[in-house]
């Protein structure tokens, strides 16, 4: 299974001009959050350094691509209006850019909810898998600086995704402009704050690990508005792209719990609780019987990614102590979850049978589509907080 991933990753560092360089990169901030973790994983299990060299430079091209304004505007430079040196140092400073083919929407423009999809912009999902790369990268090198810049990337989304009611209480918005001045879609996002709660603790955590990181911004006040947002939400749905990501989530808060560095114990049993409802469901109608055509790989990915996390966390359950107090009926929605991990195999198999590889459905997609399945054979690189 390694050599499958790394055969994958090694393809997708050729497709996307990542390796060998001299192209144009093909930069697009999802797909390269997992590839990071990928190359983090395989360098890992195998010790060898290239994997390395091409998860560090798979940084440096998001930040000096998605971090400046893209070639086609007239605005140029560093998204973050810093001058180039300051801006190589502090490159999130001003937020990513998603790597959409088409701009982004002006203010005067009219909302087409079909190229809405299509446009450039700022995702705040898609930022915090970028701050949870980089934070994957500190714990494995040992280099602090990649954390700082996650840090500094959740003290700009978190100041330019929320804002505040009447009431003084906080909202997000799902997409915003790429100068963060504007909403591009206003509406909240399901699992956005749930996303900023984990991935703001996860970020804390780390920067606890290093002694120079004391000069680092505190996430305190962002985490406290997080946990308010997240107060009393629902989380169920039935997308499995949504479902893998609240079983991912809830496998982040389990190992961070074991750190006692998450604030909210107890949004795990909700968090598993609705993604027992949704996954009932998904599989009740079964579209993992569907022909390639009417699947996308990438949202099935996604689900027996997080399908892969609960075995993790029954571990971690039985390892630490302080995990086993749970109430009864989370664990039993743990052993619930187990009951469907057949569609891992299902899913892995469907999509790396190369007939299926021809489909559409899958060309479309390519790239973001092998990054996924490598993830999903070999999840640990993502799945992991390394201690």
């Known amino acids: 299974m390694e050599s499958a991933v790394a055969e994958i990753m090694l393809e997708f560092a050729g497709a996307t001009n990542l390796s060998p360089s001299g192209r144009a990169p093909i930069r697009y901030l999802w797909t390269d959050a997992f590839a990071v973790c990928n190359f983090l994983g395989l360098y890992r299990q195998t010790q060898d350094d290239r994997f390395m060299r091409l998860a560090s430079l798979l940084v440096e091209q998001v930040h000096s691509t998605l971090g400046r304004w893209r070639p086609d505007d007239s605005r140029t430079g560093w998204i973050s209006g810093l001058d180039e040196p300051e801006g190589a140092k502090h490159p999130t400073r001003g937020g990513l850019r998603i790597g959409k083919k088409m701009k982004e929407r002006k203010p005067e423009e009219a909302y087409d909810p079909r190229l809405e999809w299509d446009r450039d912009g700022q ?86 690990k290093f002694r120079d990181m004391s000069q680092v911004p505190d996430l305190s006040c962002e985490i406290e508005d997080m946990a308010k947002i997240c107060a009393g939400k629902s989380w169920a749905t039935d997308d499995p792209l949504g479902i893998g990501s609240l079983l991912g989530g809830a496998y982040r808060m389990a190992q961070l719990m074991a750190e006692n560095a998450f604030t909210q114990p107890g949004l795990l049993d909700p968090v598993l609780h609705d993604a027992v409802m949704g996954l009932d469901y998904f599989d009740k109608w079964s579209p993992l019987n569907l022909p390639a055509k009417s699947r996308l790989a990438f ?79 070999s999840p640990d690189g993502y799945l992991n907080l390394i201690q």
């Not at 999902?125 to 990649?146: E, F, I």
């Open 299 to 377: 949202r099935e990915l996604g689900l027996t990614i997080g399908l892969q996390a609960v075995a993790r966390m029954q571990k971690s359950i039985e390892h630490y102590g302080r995990l086993s107090a749970l109430p009864p009926h989370t664990q039993e929605d743990i052993q619930r979850l187990t009951q469907h991990a057949g569609m891992i195999e299902l899913v892995n198999s469907f999509w790396l049978d190369s007939g299926n590889q021809q489909d559409r459905t899958w060309a479309d997609h390519r790239n973001i589509n092998m990054v996924m399945l490598a993830a999903s054979l």
């Open 123 to 208: 995702y705040y999902h898609y930022l915090t898998q970028w701050m949870h790369a980089l934070a994957c990268m500190s714990r494995v090198t040992g280099n602090p600086v990649y954390n700082q810049w996650a840090i500094e990337l959740a003290k700009t989304a978190h100041a330019g995704f929320t804002y505040k009611l009447p009431t003084g209480d906080k909202l997000m918005c799902w997409k915003m402009s790429t100068d963060l001045t504007y909403p591009l879609v206003a509406s909240m996002g399901h699992h956005d704050p749930l996303d900023g709660l984990i991935t703001y603790s996860e970020l804390q955590a780390t920067a606890g």
